[in-house]
């Protein structure tokens, strides 16, 4: 164990290196398939989201943008959000989040609890709204108030997948890896684990699961996603697309609780069910991540009708 580290027992240390786990009642191991899932919810604050947000943070901190005084300003569908909020909180540093307002009681008492301020934005608006409000006062208070991730643009939010979740996955799988598959918010995971995927076989094929409409019940999805990083050309990582329905991820969703045993939330099971639409077509090994815990959710509907 290292001495004299400050961060040793922090929340910090202890993001990433999530466990894995093999799907066998979702993708039948008869059929010659397997499906590789990581479990995010390991994350201290979570989610997968800890691993960029994380990564964001401390390249704003080495590179002087990130300082005491500074308060961290950005849009967030929740995961990010509480991932900033819980390193703020940390860094004795303020938060100050932007986020659409039909996002679960849950996420937005969580990120309350760390001490973020929450500035809830019209639900019609989607996370787009939450998007511009944040730009809009980030312009306002300028740099010397706030320092602003931009999720949606800062290459580290994938540099952080490519580094860490890909080379975990990588490990875990021993490389046996024909397809990986996962949906998009701002495309951190897709693009970060898909290009180092792709670096280590070029035959491993990178597949985008999309809601089936733009009104679509996936909290942490966009619909309507702009890929934009520099240095992850979405063109040259991304093979393929398959669609899903809200209502055939919610039924994924039930299945990953009953019969896995994992409480994990809307967008795992979105994802698990893009893969099972694959498996039909395509035999293989799989691999996914499980964005986040269901208890995050346990006061919606969803949950409700269980
Ligand atoms: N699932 C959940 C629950 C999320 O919060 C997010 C991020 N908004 C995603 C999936 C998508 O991840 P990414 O931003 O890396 O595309």
Partial sequence: MEK???????ALSNIGATGAVLLNKIINPGTGSKLYAKLECLNPGGSVKDRPALYMLKNAVEKGLLKTGTTIIDSSSGNTGISYAMLGAFMGIKVKIYAPSNMSDERKKIMRLFGAELILTPAEESTDGAIKRSIEEYE??????YYMPDQYNNPF???????????ELLEQTGGNIDYFAAGIGTG?????????LKEYNDKIKVVAIVPDSQIHGIEGWKYNYCLNFEGFDHNKIID???????????????RLVKEEGLLCGFSSGANVY??????VKYKGNFATVLPDTGSRYLSTRVFSDF
């Fill in 240 to 254: 393929d697309f398959v669609k899903v329905d809200t209502e055939g991820s919610y039924a994924m969703l039930k």
């Fill in 157 to 167: 939010n994938p540099i952080a997948h490519y580094e860490t979740t890909a080379m």
């Fill in 274 to 279: 893009g893969i099972y639409k694959l498996a």
């Fill in 140 to 145: 306002r208070g300028g740099r010397d108030l």
């Fill in 4 to 10: 004299n580290n400050p961060y040793i027992f922090s």
């Fill in 188 to 196: 951190g995971t897709i693009l970060g684990v898909g290009k180092r």
